[in-house]
C-alpha cells in the first residue's frame, strides 16, 4: 500500500529564508508527483508536476526533484515571502490507478 | 473557464438529514473526484469518475454515502442520513487525461459541512 510522508509537518521562517520541504513516498511504481498548495479555507492549487522519468522541474521560485528509486521529493522554496504561507502537499500517482495519494501536509509560515 | 465549480459553500444540517453535495467540473476534463478533508485524516479520496462512469468507490466510508454523475458537467455526492463524524471539508476535482496516469487536478473551492 502507498504511503505518503511529509516532514516537517509545520514550520515558521523569517520572510527571505530558502526552504526545503520533504516528501516520501513507500512504492517507487508512480506515474508522477505533484505539489499542491492549499491556502486557509481553499481549495488546492497544482504547482509543480514531476513525470515519473523527469527528475526536476521549476517554476519561479519554485523547484521540486524527484528522485523515484530512493522515493523522495523536495520542493526547495528560494527567497521565501509572508505571501507562501500556506499548506504544501505532495500527491503521487501509482501506476494502473487513475488515483492521488496525498501526504498529510506541511505547514508554512514565513513572517515579515 | 471559471474552474471546477462547487455548491454550497457550506452547509449546516442537523444529524440525520440528508445532505447533496454538488459539482460542475471544468469542460473537457474526463476525471473527477471527490476528497473528505479532515484534520484527523487528511484528504481522503472517496470515488472517481471517468467520462461519468464511477470507477473506484473504495474511498465511501459507508453505504450511506453516494455519488452520481449523470453527465459531463455534474456530479452529486449524497450523505443520507448524515451524522456528526461525516463533518469535513469535501472537494471536487476534475482532470484531463495525459498519457500515462493522472494529469494535473483542478480543485474546487470546497464545501464545509458541518453535522450538528
Known amino acids: 500500500k502507498q504511503e505518503v510522508t511529509q516532514i516537517p509537518a509545520a514550520l515558521s521562517v523569517p520572510e527571505g529564508e530558502n526552504l526545503v520541504l520533504n516528501c516520501s513516498f513507500t512504492?517507487?511504481?508512480?506515474?508522477?508527483l505533484q505539489w499542491f498548495r492549499q491556502d486557509p479555507g481553499k481549495g488546492l492549487t497544482s504547482l509543480l508536476l514531476?513525470?515519473?522519468?523527469?527528475r526536476e522541474q521549476t517554476s519561479g521560485r519554485l523547484n521540486a526533484s524527484l528522485d523515484k528509486s530512493s522515493g523522495r521529493s523536495t520542493l526547495y522554496i528560494a527567497a521565501s515571502q509572508p505571501g507562501d504561507s500556506a499548506t504544501y502537499l505532495c500527491?503521487?500517482?501509482?501506476?494502473?490507478?487513475?488515483?492521488?495519494?496525498f501526504g498529510t501536509g506541511t505547514r508554512l509560515q514565513v513572517f515579515p | 473557464d471559471a474552474g471546477v465549480i462547487q455548491s454550497p459553500r457550506h452547509e449546516v444540517t442537523e444529524m440525520g438529514q440528508e445532505v447533496t453535495l454538488r459539482c460542475k467540473p471544468i469542460s473537457g476534463h474526463d476525471y473527477l473526484f471527490w476528497y473528505r478533508q479532515t484534520m484527523m485524516r487528511g484528504l481522503e479520496l472517496l470515488i472517481y469518475f471517468n467520462n461519468n462512469v464511477p470507477i473506484d468507490d473504495s474511498g465511501m466510508p459507508e453505504d450511506r454515502f453516494s455519488a452520481k454523475m449523470p453527465n459531463a458537467s455534474f456530479s452529486t455526492l449524497k450523505i443520507q442520513p448524515s451524522e456528526p463524524r461525516d463533518s469535513a471539508v469535501y472537494f471536487c476535482?476534475?482532470?484531463?487525461?495525459?498519457?500515462?496516469?493522472?494529469?494535473?487536478?483542478?480543485f474546487g473551492p470546497g464545501t464545509r459541512l458541518t453535522v450538528l
Open positions: 500527491a503521487v500517482s501509482p501506476y494502473n490507478t487513475d488515483k492521488l495519494i
Open positions: 512504492d517507487s511504481a508512480i506515474y508522477n
Open positions: 476535482a476534475s482532470s484531463p487525461r495525459s498519457g500515462g496516469g493522472i494529469n494535473e487536478q483542478f
Open positions: 514531476i513525470q515519473s522519468s523527469q
